[in-house]
């Protein structure tokens, strides 16, 4: 079940080559229709990162946060990094999808999303 959960899927442009992720109607880069649906595994490599530690609302016991862009069977993502000090973190950094609580909602529900965490 885990690998199900985890299994990130996207939708590849047939004319332009474009990967996008999550899974789009039409190519984000081109528009065209002409898209298939493409499995892009669970690891990548760190591209770029970010640190915040004066967070929005809501996430205030979550600081700092590592958001990054990984580089996934050539499509770049943006996530979360976790299980990592920010001072850790490093372009070219091989890091894998894992399922990970996030911050509650309005209404109470704690959702569990998809983050990316460093590949022991």
């Given at each position: ?19 996008a992720y999550p899974p789009k109607k039409s190519c984000p880069k081109c528009r ?89």
């Amino acid at each position: 079940m885990k690998d199900a959960l985890l299994g990130l899927i996207g939708t590849r442009c047939l004319d332009c080559g474009f990967t996008a992720y999550p899974p789009k109607k039409s190519c984000p880069k081109c528009r065209s229709r002409n898209t298939k649906t493409v499995e892009l595994g669970r690891v990548g490599k760190v591209v770029s990162y970010t640190v915040i530690n004066v967070p929005m609302s809501g996430f205030e016991k979550m600081t700092p946060i590592t958001i990054a862009l990984v580089d996934v069977g050539g499509c770049i993502i943006l996530t979360q990094l976790t299980g990592v000090r920010p001072e850790e973190v490093y372009v070219g950094m091989e890091v894998e999808a894992t399922i990970r609580r996030s911050a509650e909602t309005i209404d109470g529900y704690i959702p569990y999303i998809i983050k990316f965490k460093p590949v022991q």
